[in-house]
Every structure is written in C-alpha cells, then in structure tokens.
C-alpha cells in the first residue's frame, strides 16, 4: 500500500482496491475501528474515481454497511449504507442479479433487526419480586422451633 501511494494517483482504482482489501481484514479481525477507516478511503477514491452508479461504490457501500451491522451494531447507519448500495444497483444490474437480490435481502435483514430494536427497546422491564401473602404460614420441621 505505501508503494501504492507513493507511486500511483489518489484516484486510482487499485490503491481503493488495496484499502478495501485491508478493511476487510481489520473486519475479520474484529478491528471495527480501522475496518471502517480503510472502508471509507477505499470509497473515498472511487467516489473521485468513478461515475455515481459504479459497481465498485456498491461494495463499498456494502462493506461499510456490514461494519456498522454485525460490528457496531448500529442499524440505522447500516440501513443507510444497504439502501444506497441497492439503489446503484437497481442502475447498474438486472432486476434478477444475484448480488442485487443479495442487497435487497441485507437491507430487509437490518430492516427486521431496527423492528426488533424498537420493541425491545418499548416494552418496559419489570423485575419479579415474590410477594408471600399473609395467611399461608411457612413451613417448618418438626421439631425445629422458630
């Protein structure tokens, strides 16, 4: 990657595609940090790059999307990310492509999880406190005196 920087334009293709290799590695790592730090140069360039219906911002977008779903847990954002991948998508691909229906069942996914989120999240936790009432006396053993 350094050689990559120093040698080649901000804009090209494969220094994005080297910083994409990256965050992918940093995600199985479970680095969230620098996994969405390479994520985000790598669409940084082929936002310069490449015109607004490009399959590579599609990924990117996948891939930033994922981090913020399975590592931040942080749905909203993720939905975000999905969404304008499908929407590049719907552009660039037939409405049967594998990858198209794979976007569109992500952001269902994460649609599902934010509805599970907003229940959990409205029904208020009681803790069980056992109440005795007054007219059953506990049990003792015989012999034994209180």
């Given at each position: 990657?350094?050689?990559r920087e120093q040698t080649q334009p901000r804009s090209n293709s494969d220094l994005a595609a080297s910083y994409n290799n990256i965050g992918s590695v940093y995600a199985l790592m479970s680095d969230c940090r620098n996994a969405l730090l390479f994520h985000e140069k790598s669409f940084q360039i082929r936002q310069r790059s490449f015109p607004p219906n490009h399959l590579d911002?599609?990924?990117s977008y996948n891939h930033i999307a994922a981090v913020y779903e399975f590592m931040e847990n942080n749905y909203a954002k993720a939905l975000t990310y999905y969404e304008k991948a499908v929407h590049i998508g719907q552009q660039s691909?037939?409405?049967n492509h594998p990858d198209l229906q794979q976007q569109r069942k992500n952001v269902e996914r994460v649609k599902q999880k934010l509805t599970l989120t907003d229940v959990r999240s409205s029904v208020a936790f009681v803790p069980f406190t056992p109440v005795m009432p007054a007219a059953v006396t506990p049990l003792v053993a015989p012999g034994l005196q209180r």
């Open positions: 990657v350094e050689i911002l599609s990924m691909m037939s409405a």
